[in-house]
């Protein structure tokens, strides 16, 4: 019993020296760095104009060689996210705008899209965030001597786990 005893204070002492140090870092002024696979190639910034306010960018590019993969696939992010709480869980929701242009302009991605999500804070500069995207993607294929194909959707257009850096 002294030991289950033990192990449950040891367990709380770690809870509680854990949250202690995740104090946030989000504060106007403040940069981070999204790491993450739902925008493929793109790396995501934010940049936060207020304590519960930013703005999202992002920029990709990869160039493809070999005999059959050879293109340069370039992709651009913008957006904005509001903040409901800046606590150490800090929920969130935005907008933003995303364009692809993959294989030499052969295929060409553009969506504009509602985000909802939140971010948990593990230490001061570092968070998991979770979130899901809602809107609008058109995907437009032209092979080269081929036809051309337009494909549109409307609805959940990412959903994905991410980590956060803050400098």
């Avoid at 493929?40 to 910034?45: D, K, L, P, S, T």
Wanted: glycine letters at 14%.
């Amino acid at each position: 019993m002294k030991k289950l005893a033990l192990a449950g204070a040891a367990l709380a002492l770690t809870i509680a020296a854990g949250s202690s140090l995740a104090a946030n870092n989000l504060s106007k002024g403040t940069f981070g760095l999204n790491i993450n696979t739902t925008d493929n190639f793109i790396i995501n910034g934010k940049y936060f104009m207020e304590n519960d306010m930013a703005i999202l960018a992002g920029a990709g590019l990869r160039i493809q060689g070999g005999d059959n993969n050879r293109g340069t696939d370039i992709g651009l992010l913008a957006g904005i996210r509001k903040y409901m709480k800046s606590d150490d869980l800090a929920p969130f929701w935005g907008g933003r705008f995303v364009y692809s242009s993959t294989t030499d302009s052969t295929v060409i991605n553009l969506g504009f899209s509602a985000e909802a999500g939140a971010e948990y804070f593990l230490a001061k500069q570092f968070s998991l965030e979770g979130r899901v995207n809602l809107g609008y993607s058109s995907t437009e294929n032209k092979p080269v001597g081929g036809v051309t194909t337009k494909t549109n959707y409307i609805g959940t257009t990412a959903v994905g786990i991410s980590a956060n850096f803050y400098f």
